[in-house]
């Protein structure tokens, strides 16, 4: 697969690179070291069912949203902060 892409203060220019390449690239950009298994690394996932990470009444299509294992930073070893706990914080005042 040819690329010709400017990812971050790395250029990669006309080269023949391999899916694991192209991965590896992408993973070093966004400074992961393990990959979360949901996710991959990129810290969106698809959801079944519309719910979402709140898992509130859902229709019938496929719904992208924020991985709700690392949520958002795409490192299983480096969780961003937990959406549902800090809504339930945040409606409730706090408690």
Known sequence: ??????????????????????????????????????CGGSGVTTYNNTSTYMHSIGGCTITTDICDRCWGTGDKNKKGINLRTYSHLFLNGGK
Request: a negative charge; aromatic letters at 6%.
């Open 1 to 38: 697969m040819k690329v010709n892409a400017h990812i971050g203060m790395m250029e990669v220019n006309k080269m023949e690179l391999e899916r694991e390449d192209i991965l590896k690239i992408f993973l070093e950009w966004r400074n992961i070291e393990t990959p979360c298994e949901k």
